[in-house]
């Protein structure tokens, strides 16, 4: 088993900046890649950005636009994201999450396990 503990998140205003961490327990040796999702309400599970574990290959979703920057310490077995010029339609709660597999980086069914989630919410 492979236990998430999110932190940060909330309020920021347009054009801000808000970094996301996540702690990874447990079997942490048997991850391949973590990464964040994110889902707005009424809307569907939206791929946000992933790292390879062990190589550090970066991978970030099309609307991330330079925006964000994943980093992870695997010594620490810690994960960030930087998020930079926000957007009110960053809005969502965001989740990180941890993969076993190789499959496609950018689908959330290819992930095992899940952190309990932090509300982000982007003001005009």
């Known amino acids: 088993q492979v236990q998430l503990v999110e932190a940060g998140g909330g309020l920021v205003q347009a054009g801000g900046s808000l970094r996301l961490s996540c702690a990874a327990s447990?079997?942490?040796?048997?991850?391949?890649?973590m990464g964040w999702f994110r889902q707005a309400p009424g809307k569907e599970r939206e791929f946000v950005a992933a790292v390879n574990w062990s190589a550090g290959t970066p991978y970030y979703g099309d609307f991330v636009q330079g925006r964000f920057t994943i980093s992870r310490d695997n010594a620490k077995n810690t994960l960030s994201l930087q998020m930079n010029d926000l957007k009110p339609e960053d809005t969502a709660v965001y989740y990180c999450?941890?993969?076993?597999?190789?499959?496609?980086?950018?689908?959330?069914?290819?992930?095992?396990?899940w952190g309990q989630g932090n509300q982000v919410t982007v003001s005009s």
């Open positions: 999450a941890a993969s076993t597999k190789w499959e496609i980086v950018s689908i959330g069914l290819n992930y095992d396990y």
């Open positions: 447990g079997r942490t040796l048997s991850m391949s890649r």
